[in-house]
């Protein structure tokens, strides 16, 4: 395995740097799933929006945050609506130790031309501090 690879210190970050402690992954547990549990966010009314991303939150009794994504076929043909989930996830994967904790987060999608990941960690990055300040209130 070469050094920049190795097992123990993860990979390198964007500048290069070995990762911190933390781990940049996106297991089942931090995925919100089932009718129930966005229902519960939806009911909760708590939603920003910017750009083409409506994103709703609701807190959550958990020690981490769980993130659904929404997004009809209105949106473009699947391989469209595909990537831009893959980026959506991926975003939220590499901001998650960056964002507020023990929140359930739903990203509803509204037609648009797929943007790049750094736009689209913006635009999460965004929209979960303004969510988070809202319940802060």
Known sequence: V??????????????????????????????????????????????????????????NDLPHSRMGISISRRVGTAPERNHMKRLLRESYRLLQHDLPAGYDWIIVVRPHEALTLPEYQQLFRDLTQRLHRMWVK
Request: charge should be positive.
């Open 2 to 59: 070469c050094e920049n690879h190795c097992w123990n210190g993860g990979f390198p970050d964007d500048a290069g740097r070995k990762m911190s402690g933390q781990r940049k992954t996106y297991p089942r547990s931090h995925r919100l799933s089932g009718k129930e549990s966005f229902a519960a966010v939806y009911d909760a009314r708590t939603r920003q929006s910017r750009g083409p991303l409506t994103m709703y939150a609701k807190p």
